[in-house]
């Protein structure tokens, strides 16, 4: 079950809608690097620009190879725990205030790490 509301189709064609537009720009900017003689910019605008066209091939998918960072997770998750018992701790003896807002800020940035990765790990809908 995934929780995300977007489906592969909504995604690929947001990529090749994304994918046609930086084509575009490029062409543009190789035109003018082309009017103007410029021949070093043209000659890195039309390398960006093959680059491009291979990634925006039918078929291919953008992020083929690409691993879900659970090792990652698995680490934020014990980060997160460490700084929640951290917290417990602090709150329960009563430690200076700037002890435990450090602590809260920390645990909130960890929550907020950990949900961004476990949105990259979570299996997308075909």
Known sequence: MSWST???EARSEFQRLYLASLIAAVEGRAERHRARRQRLRLRLAERRLAELRRVAEPGRALTEGAAPPIAALAST???????????????GLRLEPSVTAVADLALLALTLVWFLLAVACSPRVD
Not at 77 to 91: N, R, Y
Request: charged share 5%.
């Open 6 to 8: 977007h489906t592969r």
């Open 77 to 91: 998750t014990i980060a997160l725990v460490c700084s929640l018992a951290f917290l417990g701790l602090a709150v």
